[in-house]
């Protein structure tokens, strides 16, 4: 293991506060329900004052137009993203797209850095690094295919599209006007899942030779999807440690009974560990650090099953009102289900994880 410093810097916390702060504001728990009827401007205005914050320029260097942070940032931001189950494209568009974009030397990055564009890599959500790319056929620019269940696709009005080219791999940008986009009904409505269509749209090309940009982006989605998944679990613990302190069974609270202590002592071990590994995740994407492919899938083998499991925790030990629609560990059930499959199951991980360390099959 690499010796990296996994502790929050002063500026990181303060970015929490920040953020935490904000999504106070604009993010309660039945806005959020809203968007299960219907309702998509639920919380307009949210990315926008995201945006307003310089988020979906975070990890854009200054010289490029956004703010020279690192991947050690954008984790403390979707640990707050996922506190709330925030339904803004930060980690489709600020981190996955914006990833693929650094390394081209295109226009695009200023313009979806300063929030005036928001992006999206046209991927299934479900995809690996490891699996193969889908790749969307070009008649001299002229784009023709299908992807299906892609997140953020919804919310871009710019598509990457990774599109053959030769015995490899191009990405062009097209306006999502040109495409056809059409939702599907998601387990989690607030990222909430779509399926494009290209036929003859006109695209751009962004970068060429870009296979190796297009898996690393995705690489970087699934490590810091880790820290989403700390703030959905940890909300989960707290929230859970709190109705038990006061919810009272045969006249006293039944967080005294020793059963509903294990329970809850177990998940806290889990949720510090979950911590730890979406930690070291980022710090060794930050840092370029040869540890980095080895850390995200380690992350995402124990942080996608610690928040499902979290969350039914939660639902359990919130006995009957935890069932009904008006509370709000429905949400995080539903995303942490969500992000279970998301970029990479987690057995997935374990097989990468497997391979990478030498483990014999």
């Not at 002063?10 to 009827?37: I, K, N």
């Not at 992000?339 to 057995?347: C, K, M, N, P, V």
């Amino acid at each position: 293991m690499s010796d990296l410093d996994l502790l929050h810097s002063e500026t990181e916390e303060d970015l929490r506060a920040s953020v935490r702060a904000l999504l106070g504001d604009h993010c309660d728990p039945v806005a959020v329900t809203r968007m299960y009827d219907g309702d998509r401007f639920a919380v307009d205005g949210l990315w926008k004052a995201l945006t307003d914050l310089g988020l979906p320029g975070l990890l854009v260097p200054e010289e490029r137009g956004g703010q020279g942070a690192s991947a050690r940032e954008a984790a403390v931001v979707l640990e707050e993203l996922g506190r709330t189950v925030a339904p803004v494209p930060f980690l489709t568009s600020a981190v996955i797209a914006t990833t693929v974009l650094l390394e081209s030397d295109s226009d695009l990055l200023a313009a979806v850095a300063g929030g005036e564009r928001t992006a999206v890599l046209l991927v299934p959500w479900s995809i690996a690094a490891t699996d193969d790319l889908p790749r969307i056929r070009s008649d001299d620019g002229v784009l023709t295919g299908t992807v299906t269940s892609v997140a953020g696709a919804l919310e871009a009005d710019l598509l990457l599209v990774p599109v053959a080219s030769g015995d490899g791999l191009a990405v062009h940008a097209v306006d999502a006007s040109d495409a056809g986009v059409t939702p599907l009904v998601s387990l989690d409505m607030t990222r909430q899942l779509a399926d494009v269509v290209l036929d003859g749209a006109v695209g751009t090309l962004v970068l060429d030779d870009a296979a190796h940009a297009v898996r690393r982006a995705i690489d970087a989605g699934a490590a810091l999807l880790a820290s989403e998944q700390v703030g959905i679990a940890r909300w989960c613990l707290e929230t859970t440690l709190a109705h038990v302190k006061v919810r009272k069974q045969f006249g006293r609270p039944i967080g005294g009974f020793q059963a509903i202590k294990h329970r809850l002592a177990d998940l806290y071990t889990g949720v510090e560990s979950a911590t730890a590994a979406a930690r070291y995740a980022a710090a060794t994407l930050a840092e370029g650090d040869p540890d980095a492919t080895i850390a995200t899938s380690t992350a995402q083998a124990f942080n996608a099953d610690l928040a499902v499991l979290a969350a039914e925790e939660a639902l359990q030990l919130h006995a009957g009102i935890g069932m009904t629609w008006e509370h709000p560990v429905h949400l995080y059930l539903k995303r942490a289900k969500a992000d279970q499959i998301a970029l990479g199951r987690s057995g997935q991980h374990r097989a990468r994880l497997a391979t990478l360390i030498g483990l014999p099959g």
